[in-house]
């Protein structure tokens, strides 16, 4: 008589396992770890140790409360990430190949500027198909979105990501253009061009230093070896935009923070700084729910004709 195979006790609880490993990774502490998954702190201690006993192998480097992977750890964690994100929203999953893409959640990282003037269509648009599925967008620029990426406290970002990395994937999407801005009536005002020389003599109103648009303005001056100065540092393409209306200094922006509205000047740049693209950033190996690559699919369709004109200009 034939008797039924019986699933070995490690195997039953890999997942349990494998997700308070992922958890911990993520959470940099096992004490947070155990938190998030309303657990005792030595109960997912010993789910890692058996993971480790399992594969014979050390995951973290136990040097004081934070985490530090090993390299074995860290390969462990690649593979082991988007399958328990995979298990975890199965039921999404299932449900949206059936065409039921009901409810959910969707996680953007993306900087103040990006959000009002290039997710503001597509935001709309889905809630209005999808009412049931809840929009989180994190206002946060540069490094804090990688953060959020290499947290998964967001699914994807969307903006420009200037540096290949080896941890994320960057997909472009729309394409704009490099733009001084000065109040109306200012001496440059009335050009069609002008050269960086010229704009040297003018106070600039610039990003803080750690942020991408200011590392391109000091790389540009300093290619051409001229001095320039910085008048105000402001986050945020609209305090920024305020501040040159009201004639405290001029600015180099990406024009897309202009909605044509502003009481501004333009002049383009394009001879000294490059096209920005913008785009969808997503660490390598993270599992994207349906409801995600729907909204993705949904953005890159509406921002198509958009890059189109921009092209056109």
Same mark, same amino acid.
């Given at each position: ?56 192998? =050390? %995951?973290? &480097? ?6 530090? *992977?090993? $390299? ?5 964690? /690649? !593979? ?114 002008? =050269? %960086?020389? &010229? ?6 109103? *610039?990003? $803080? ?5 200011? /590392? !391109? ?97």
């Amino acid at each position: 008589m034939a008797t039924r195979a019986t699933v070995p006790y490690y195997k039953q609880n890999r997942l349990k396992q494998l997700r308070a490993f992922c958890s911990s990774v993520r959470a940099g502490s096992i004490t947070e770890a155990a938190e998030a998954l309303f657990l005792s702190q030595p109960s997912v201690s010993l789910q890692i140790q058996a993971l480790e006993r399992e594969f014979g192998i =050390t %995951l973290y &480097e136990r040097r004081g409360p934070m985490i530090k *992977l090993t $390299p074995e750890g860290e390969l462990l964690f /690649q !593979l082991a990430q988007p399958l328990v994100e995979g298990i975890d929203k199965l039921h999404e999953t299932f449900a949206a190949h059936y065409g039921r893409l009901e409810t959910g959640e969707v996680n953007i990282a993306a900087g103040e500027s990006t959000i009002l003037n290039i997710l503001s269509g597509p935001v709309k648009q889905f809630a209005e198909r999808y009412p049931g599925i809840r929009i989180k967008l994190h206002n946060v620029t540069g490094r804090d979105g990688l953060v959020m990426l290499r947290n998964d406290q967001a699914d994807f970002a969307v903006g420009p990501l200037l540096q290949p990395t080896q941890e994320f994937v960057y997909r472009p999407v729309v394409t704009y253009h490099p733009t001084l801005i000065t109040p109306l009536g200012h001496p440059l005002a009335d050009k069609q061009t002008v =050269t %960086l020389e &010229e704009i040297s003599a003018y106070p600039l109103i *610039l990003p $803080p230093a750690h942020l991408s648009t200011w /590392q !391109l303005v000091d790389g540009a001056f300093r290619q051409h070896n001229l001095s320039y100065n910085i008048a105000l540092e402001a986050g945020g393409w609209e305090v920024i935009k305020r501040f040159v209306e009201l004639g405290l200094g001029i600015s180099i922006v990406t024009d897309v923070c202009l909605t044509g509205d502003e009481r501004l000047a333009r002049i383009p740049l394009n001879e000294y700084f490059p096209n920005r693209s913008y785009g969808v950033v997503q660490r390598k190996g993270k599992f994207l729910s349906p409801q995600s690559q729907r909204f993705i699919e949904l953005m890159e369709s509406m921002l198509a004709g958009q890059n189109d004109e921009q092209i056109r200009k």
